[in-house]
């Protein structure tokens, strides 16, 4: 079974903080994404990597940032917390290819005081 | 951004009843999965459907994709109450790379 294995499942953090969400797949796929989801507004792709130190900006890349040194690895970074990042994060991969099944992680719940 | 718009959002029905959630869009998409999400995990995959007017069934649960490729729905029979959860469309773009887009998803609860 493919498994996506986010560091934690819930994390307070203050305002200015610089934090870091981890995520690691265990079946080699080339595609690996970062998404947050938010009540009545769905789930909203902040970035996503194809493959190890390419990265691409989703719908909301700003006021993050991510680093992928190795391909089973996609970490998600906040500069400087802010309340509004307040949210579900959820990390996801994929093999390349039309109609590739996106597998999740459990999510972590970030909460920004 | 291509948007995909699930309706209705919220949806409580009884035991039994048969239900069907809408994902539309005006863009076409060459794949089209649905997903359904528990309280507190991520989303998992019910299916995948590929063809336009493809039709697929997975015990009670019915997934059609429309002929231009632009809509889908799925209708459950006779739901039950381990149907409740989050229903999620996405779709890949035609031509946007490995990039999904997801719906605003459609909260079910059946009530026993």
């Known amino acids: 079974d493919v498994k996506v294995t986010q560091s934690s499942r819930y994390l307070v953090k203050r305002t200015g903080e610089k934090v870091f969400l981890e995520c690691v797949q265990d079946?080699?796929?080339?595609?690996m994404f970062w998404y947050r989801q938010d009540p009545g507004l769905g789930l909203r792709l902040i970035y996503f990597s194809y493959d190890v130190k390419m990265k691409e900006k989703g719908d909301i890349p700003e006021g993050y940032s991510v680093s992928r040194e190795k391909k089973e690895r996609f970490s998600l970074i906040l500069e400087s917390a802010s309340t509004n990042q307040t949210s579900m994060y959820l990390c996801a991969s994929s093999l390349l290819g039309t109609g590739n099944t996106i597998y999740f992680g459990e999510g972590s719940w970030l909460t920004v005081v | 951004t291509q948007l995909l718009e699930q309706s209705p959002q919220f949806l409580s029905i009884q035991e039994g009843e048969n239900l069907t959630v809408y994902c539309n869009s005006s863009?076409?998409?060459?794949?089209l999965q649905w997903y359904r999400q528990e309280p507190g995990e991520g989303p998992v995959l019910l299916v995948t459907?590929?063809?336009?007017?493809e039709v697929k069934k997975l015990k009670r649960l019915t997934f059609q994709f429309g002929d231009a490729r632009k809509d889908s729905s799925l209708h459950i029979t006779a739901a039950q109450p381990g149907d409740t959860g989050l229903y999620l469309c996405?779709?890949?773009?035609?031509?946007?790379?490995?990039?999904?887009?997801f719906g605003t998803g459609t909260s079910l609860t059946v009530i026993p």
């Open positions: 996405a779709g890949r773009g035609s031509n946007t790379g490995n990039q999904f887009y």
């Open positions: 863009s076409v998409f060459s794949s």
């Open positions: 459907v590929v063809t336009g007017g």
């Open positions: 079946m080699d796929h080339e595609n």
